[in-house]
C-alpha cells in the first residue's frame, strides 16, 4: 500500500544539498543520473529562464511518472552571487543579513557548487532518495 498525500496537505518542507567542484552538473545530466538509479520513467519540468530568481543558475522539478505530484526541487546558484549580495546587504543595513541563520547559498565555498534538493516530508520519499543517489553517482557530496 502506498500512502499519498493531496497537494494541499504538504508539510514539513526540508531543503538538503550536494557539493560539487565548479561547476555543478547541468539539469539534463542531473535528470539522466537520477533516471539511471532509479530505472524508473521521470517527469522534468525546468522553471523558464526569466522566471528564475536573480540569484539562481537554475531550477527545475523531477518526479516519478508514475507519482506526478511528488516531487523534488533542484536548483543551483550562480558562483558566488548569494554570497556577494549579503556583504552589499549586510554594508547597506549595517546589520549581519547572515543572523542567526546563514542565508541558503551564501556558505558555498570558492570553487564549489551547491545543487540543493527540496521536497516535503509528507511526500512519497523514493523521488528524494533517487535524487541523492543520482547527484551522489555524478560526484556529489551530500550535505544535511
Known amino acids: 500500500m502506498i500512502l499519498t498525500s493531496s497537494e494541499d496537505s504538504k508539510m514539513g518542507v526540508f531543503r538538503i544539498y550536494a557539493e560539487f567542484p565548479y561547476p555543478a ?12 538509479v532509479s530505472g524508473l520513467e521521470i517527469v522534468i519540468n525546468s522553471v523558464a529562464e526569466d ?57 558555498e565555498k570558492h570553487g564549489v557548487q551547491n545543487v540543493y534538493i527540496g521536497g516535503y516530508l509528507t511526500q512519497e520519499l523514493t523521488i528524494v532518495d533517487a535524487a541523492i543517489a543520482g547527484l551522489e553517482s555524478l560526484g556529489g557530496v551530500l550535505n544535511e
Open 51 to 107: 522566471e528564475l530568481l536573480e540569484s539562481q543558475l537554475y531550477c527545475f522539478t523531477v518526479a516519478f511518472a508514475s507519482h506526478p505530484h511528488h516531487l523534488v526541487d533542484l536548483y543551483a546558484y550562480r558562483q558566488g552571487f548569494v554570497k556577494e549580495k549579503i556583504k552589499i546587504e549586510s554594508k547597506r543595513t549595517e546589520l549581519d543579513v547572515n543572523w542567526p541563520y546563514p542565508v541558503e547559498g551564501s556558505t
Open 25 to 36: 552538473p547541468e539539469p539534463q545530466e542531473i535528470a539522466e543520473a537520477i533516471f539511471n
